[in-house]
């Protein structure tokens, strides 16, 4: 995906679903494991001056390889869905005029909410197939887990422990610029 | 009216754990009924064909009882520093299928005795760890009844007020994850 520095036509930029993924990232065992959510929402509204980010995600959509997995992860070990069926992150501030997406924010999982550093790209809005203006866009941040409540551990015969606190989240975004 | 499956892991009849349940009754208050399970004997050792081809009777009932429950109240014995075998047994029973279960969300607290000073801890760290990855909400509050014989009488009384304060915290912490679920429910509705 090339950057741009070219201005984003202001509007309201809707989610296209199916061709974004917004996901998680952390170490386990010996590797990296990837889980994403598939029922998400997110709309950036350009103006003058910065623009603003509210992006969703139902936590219940989890999607990973197994679904013992995902049942565990939804239950008060993890997510806690019952209780908190959402995560949330909002922008208000976002710059996207210069080759590196600047979008400080909050994100809220399990109930809190702390501020985040997000960086990403963003690529040239284009004409789509459909007339629609759109645009991709690469947001990536790190959180501690432990500091949202996510405390689940396993330890390793050797005393280590089986999985990180530091997850990575990424979000994959194409966004269409409403007529 | 809110409903407390009590299970003692012990199966002996003279249990100090069974004795920790029944004096746990009287401290849930009135609007509760606890109901001490019956039949943990009776379950056969998990077999996932047996599962697939129809489970016993026994087992039948071991998950009506759960899924009945608003929540469930456990006093396990320390067998070996962990958790005894039929305790096990019957949760993994419950258990599958892991993500319809009906331990899933479920309050459930951990209490325990032993005749050694401490009280069965080893065991309780282990049944909350294996409630959680059921999906259990598994409440904080412990009460850990070291040196058993000493902390009950003939009738099977704790004569032990601080015991029987924890107990009672315990019993409260329960109720009171009930009533916040049940008030989650009728938010979302």
Redesign the interface.
């Known amino acids: 995906m090339s950057t741009t520095q070219t201005k984003i036509p202001a509007g309201t930029w809707s989610l296209d679903p199916v061709h974004s993924t917004v996901g998680f990232e952390i170490g386990y065992l010996a590797g990296t494991f990837r889980g994403t959510f598939r029922d998400v929402q997110v709309q950036l509204d350009v103006a003058d001056g910065p623009a603003r980010i509210v992006g969703t995600a139902n936590v219940a959509s989890v999607d990973v390889k197994d679904e013992n997995l995902a049942a565990h992860l939804q239950s008060p070990d993890f997510f806690d869905t019952e209780r908190f069926a959402e995560l949330r992150f909002v922008a208000e501030k976002v710059d996207l005029e210069t080759e590196t997406v600047e979008a400080p924010g909050e994100i809220t999982i399990k109930g809190a909410t702390k501020p985040v550093e997000v960086t990403g790209t963003l690529s040239e809005p284009i004409t789509d197939a459909w007339g629609n203006e759109r645009l991709g866009l690469r947001l990536e941040a790190t959180v501690d887990r432990t500091e949202f409540g996510l405390d689940w551990n396993m330890p390793l015969p050797t005393g280590d422990q089986a999985l990180a606190n530091t997850v990575t989240i990424r979000a994959e975004l194409q966004l269409v610029k409403a007529a | 009216m809110t409903k407390v499956l009590a299970i003692s892991g012990s199966l002996r009849s003279d249990s100090h754990n069974t004795n920790l349940l029944r004096n746990a009754v009287g401290l849930f208050g009135d609007d509760v009924e606890v109901e001490i399970l019956d039949g943990l004997k009776d379950v056969p050792p998990y077999d996932e064909d047996d599962d697939r081809e129809g489970a016993s009777e026994a087992v039948h009932a071991l998950r009506a009882a759960f899924a009945g429950a608003d929540a469930v109240f456990i006093s396990t014995p320390e067998y070996n520093s962990s958790i005894p075998g039929q305790l096990k047994n019957a949760l993994d029973w419950v258990s599958r299928p892991?993500?319809t279960n009906p331990l899933?969300?479920k309050p459930a607290a951990v209490v325990g005795a032993s005749t050694g000073a401490f009280g069965a801890v080893w065991a309780q760290a282990e049944l909350r760890k294996v409630l959680?990855?059921?999906?259990?909400?598994?409440v904080e509050a412990e009460v850990a009844v070291g040196h058993a014989p000493t902390r009950f009488d003939e009738d099977g009384t704790l004569v032990d007020d601080d015991l029987r304060e924890q107990l009672g915290e315990v019993a409260g912490a329960l109720v009171s994850a009930v009533a916040e679920?049940q008030e989650?429910a009728r938010t979302a509705a």
């Open positions: 892991l993500a899933r969300n959680a990855a059921i999906g259990a909400r598994v679920r989650l």
